[in-house]
């Protein structure tokens, strides 16, 4: 029994409308997402959340998908031969690039800070014009050949050589190689970086494990024994659910990206491969393509969306808007403070110590407030500090910190804790 599959005009418009309407939901959704940074950037006391290397590389490539996805809509519109095919096609090649590069440069700068200690500040000018100068290394030569156009065996604008062997090497040399290297340097880097945090997480474990022991042992004749074993435990898990969001967070990219790219190579090829649309089958590989790369924008603003830098800043922002709108003359002042302290920064960190330790010093760092006291122990979490326990006090006034504690065996698991704590803020930070 033959093939009764025909390629009907039909089934040409469905895969250009599914093209073109993701496309524009794409482009709408980014350069909303794009705005709203934008006003969230405005707002100083949000603007800091939002001051790091990686989420304005995220930003960049949200520039790149918004670019590509109006690129689409132009490119799902066309019925036929034009000259703005190929130009709406080369763009669309250039910001795939870019936003490929791009993903590759978030994961590698969180390498290279991270494990390496590298400072991506420093770095961040590299990633930009590296990426820029090899997205158009490897666009601009079949643009200049005349690769772009018309494609006679999807009927959409695409590459327009009919000669399969020339227009196969086109494609794998100028899009799916350099596609596939992103991912696979995407990949490698957030698995070294996942590899080393693992690591650090199983060390700081048991550094609280092992305090955990000392404090028990001390306290065996403490009828609060069973109470404090099960509290440091709890404070132990916290950590561990605080850093599985991080590792979470960072798998989540590179995980989007193989899902996204690979499929897309995957249906690219089998196209060029069949020359054309001649079953069912074909057309099912066509519509995929047609669904990743339409929607490709959307997925990743949904990323940037929920990248924790951005939610930060929003809590911030509607805080502070929220606190002004519902204050009134008669009580400004006192609610005033409150909302003040609302907006601060969630990760201020601070040094404490005993408080028969002499001498304050407060400074304010870049990102972040902190407020250091003399004192032999580790660094916290100020936030955290306020639910260590009924041991501990604290006041902040100006952003001075006092510290006062009877027991000392609590300083000792207190400071354990809150050790792991900072190394999770100094991560979330960095990253």
């Known amino acids: 029994m033959g093939n009764r599959f025909v390629f009907t005009q039909h089934l040409v418009n469905v895969s250009a409308w599914l093209w073109l309407y993701l496309s524009i939901i794409s482009a709408a959704l980014c350069f909303a997402l794009l705005v709203v940074i934008f006003i969230v950037g405005l707002h100083r006391p949000s603007r800091k959340f939002l001051d790091r290397v990686s989420?304005?590389?995220?930003c960049?490539?949200?520039i790149a998908n918004t670019a590509f996805a109006i690129a689409n809509s132009a490119g799902g519109s066309f019925t036929g031969p034009t000259p703005a095919c190929g130009l709406a096609i080369w763009i669309l090649q250039l910001s795939l690039q870019l936003s490929s590069m791009l993903n590759f440069c978030i994961a590698l700068n969180m390498q290279l800070v991270i494990v390496h200690n590298i400072d991506g500040r420093r770095a961040e000018k590299y990633y930009i014009l590296g990426c820029v100068i090899l997205a158009l290394a490897v666009t601009i030569p079949?643009?200049?050949?005349h690769q772009y156009g018309w494609d006679?065996?999807?009927?959409?604008?695409?590459y327009s050589n009919d000669n399969k062997r020339e227009r196969l090497a086109w494609q794998i040399g100028t899009q799916l190689v350099w596609t596939g290297v992103a991912v696979v340097g995407e990949v490698i880097s957030s698995t070294i970086l996942l590899v080393f945090l693992g690591r650090h997480v199983m060390r700081r474990s048991r550094i609280v494990e092992t305090t955990d022991t000392i404090v028990n042992r001390a306290k065996r004749s403490?009828?609060?024994q069973g109470r404090r074993r099960a509290g440091s435990i709890d404070k132990t898990l916290d950590h561990v659910r605080a850093y599985k969001g991080i590792i979470l967070r960072i798998g989540l990219y590179p995980a989007v990206s193989c899902i996204i790219n690979v499929t897309s190579i995957a249906c690219v090829l089998h196209t060029s491969l069949t020359d054309g649309v001649h079953s069912e089958e074909d057309y099912s590989f066509l519509l995929l393509s047609d669904f990743l790369y339409g929607g490709r924008g959307l997925v990743y603003a949904l990323l940037a969306a929920t990248d924790p830098a951005l939610i930060h800043a929003l809590k911030t922002f509607a805080a502070h808007f929220i606190c002004k709108?519902?204050?009134?003359?008669s009580d400004q002042a006192e609610k005033g403070s409150h909302c003040h302290g609302s907006t601060q920064q969630t990760s201020t960190i601070m040094q404490f110590a005993p408080a028969s330790s002499a001498g304050t010093d407060v400074r304010d760092g870049d990102d972040v407030e902190t407020a250091t006291v003399?004192?032999?122990y580790a660094v916290a979490d100020a936030d955290r500090m306020r639910?260590?326990?009924s041991g501990w006090t604290d006041t902040n006034v100006s952003m001075g910190i006092s510290v006062d504690s009877s027991d000392p065996l609590t300083e000792i698991e207190a400071a354990s804790i809150s050790s792991l704590d900072s190394d999770r803020v100094a991560f979330q930070k960095k990253i």
């Open 55 to 58: 989420f304005r590389i995220v």
């Open 60 to 62: 960049y490539s949200l």
């Open 142 to 145: 079949p643009y200049a050949s």
């Open 152 to 158: 006679l065996l999807v009927q959409e604008c695409w």
């Open 222 to 224: 403490d009828g609060t």
């Open 325 to 329: 709108r519902t204050r009134s003359p």
């Open 374 to 376: 003399a004192g032999p």
């Open 387 to 389: 639910s260590v326990g």
